[in-house]
């Protein structure tokens, strides 16, 4: 295995560019790797904290004191199913926009409107990313862990993964699950799956439920995460951010019909169940917190409301502060309480 390396300077690592030093770090080249780095450092009561892409985590500016381990792992294996899909089984390690972009160029359909999400593959079914009406819960079938807690690996269905918006099994324990790899099944078409988001149809110029040619639909998804700052682009500081960073806000049926004495009219979405899904970039908004507004040197972009960044120096503390301002702003004007949907790493909102 690959030897540790003390001192290591994280904020390099993520998407936001803050954080400290790790005590120890390294890197796993292959799913074997990983389990044995993780087994190791459990063995020896030595903390651990995964790193992929960086693109969903705020690490303290004190950094992090034990292991951390780079997931590195590459390589993905498909098998024709012979019932018009194809079932991809990909190392966590792998970057995401290049699966999709495979995808799309392979003729399978299912992660399209997931082009431009920055990450690596294991942090997927983690947080069920999704966007544009499409989320890895919809495609997943498997996902092969190492369970920390039972000292072996396991092949968990989807039925094991307690999928919820942006939410899984593994984000309720981050400690106990280590993503090994992801199996997708994917239907063999050329045919976006049904267009299920109003501005991307609109984008595409179709109604809602037709189906588009993939490339169309990634064209059309990296045209609209590029008008708000979610392609990572090293000239453009907007996208120096962990993306989204608060969850849109899931209302009971009670707590709806109060936030519409405080909002009458207020945009949102029916859930199963009776609740309601409220967008949280228009409750920052009317909350006072506008594209562009600043906190010291961070700030909400220029573009997207919902992505705190860092266009220069900020620090953790600074972007936290700038949360933690937004937060109490939007309680208090609907009493509704943001949740942020980055991973933190030694702090808390």
């Not at 049926?253 to 199963?272: K, N, Q, S, T």
């Not at 920052?284 to 562009?292: P, Q, T, W, Y």
């Not at 573009?303 to 705190?308: D, E, G, N, Q, W």
Request: with cysteine; hydrophobic share 45%; charged share 25%.
């Amino acid at each position: 295995m690959a030897d540790h390396v003390g001192g290591v300077r994280l904020a390099p690592y993520t998407t936001l560019r803050v954080g400290g030093a790790a005590r120890a770090f390294v890197e796993a080249r292959s799913g074997d790797e990983l389990v044995a780095l993780v087994a190791e450092a459990d063995r020896a009561g030595e903390p651990v904290l995964l790193l992929g892409g960086g693109s969903n985590l705020v690490v303290s500016d004190d950094g992090f004191d034990g292991l951390v381990i780079k997931v590195s792992s590459r390589g993905a294996e498909v098998l024709d199913r012979g019932d018009g899909a194809v079932a991809v089984a990909v190392e966590a390690g792998e970057d995401w926009d290049a699966l999709v972009a495979r995808t799309v160029t392979e003729g399978w359909s299912g992660l399209e409107c997931l082009s431009g999400v920055p990450g690596s593959v294991g942090s997927t079914p983690i947080q069920n990313v999704g966007a544009y009406g499409q989320d890895v819960s919809q495609t997943i079938t498997g996902v092969r862990v190492y369970d920390r807690r039972a000292r072996e690996l396991l092949d968990l269905d989807a039925s094991q993964c307690g999928f919820a918006y942006r939410h899984s099994v593994f984000k309720d324990d981050l400690a106990r699950y280590v993503v090994v790899s992801v199996t997708y099944v994917l239907e063999k078409s050329d045919k976006s799956g049904p267009v299920a988001y109003k501005e991307l149809a609109a984008r595409l110029g179709v109604e809602l439920g037709d189906r588009v040619a993939l490339d169309e639909v990634r064209t059309a998804v990296l045209a609209l995460r590029r008008g708000k700052g979610m392609v990572l682009d090293a000239a453009d500081p907007d996208t120096r951010s962990a993306g989204s960073f608060f969850t849109n806000p899931i209302l009971s049926a009670a707590e709806a019909a109060e936030l519409e004495l405080r909002a009458p009219g207020f945009p949102r979405w029916d859930v199963p169940g009776g609740a309601v899904k409220v967008p949280a970039a228009w409750l920052i908004e009317h909350a006072g917190f506008l594209k562009g507004y600043a906190r010291g040197p961070a700030r909400i972009s220029t573009k997207h409301t919902l992505a705190l960044t860092n266009p220069g120096t900020a620090t953790a503390s600074d972007i936290l502060a700038l949360a933690r301002e937004v937060k109490d702003g939007v309680e208090a004007k609907f009493g509704i309480t943001l949740v942020n949907e980055p991973i933190f790493i030694g702090l808390t909102l």
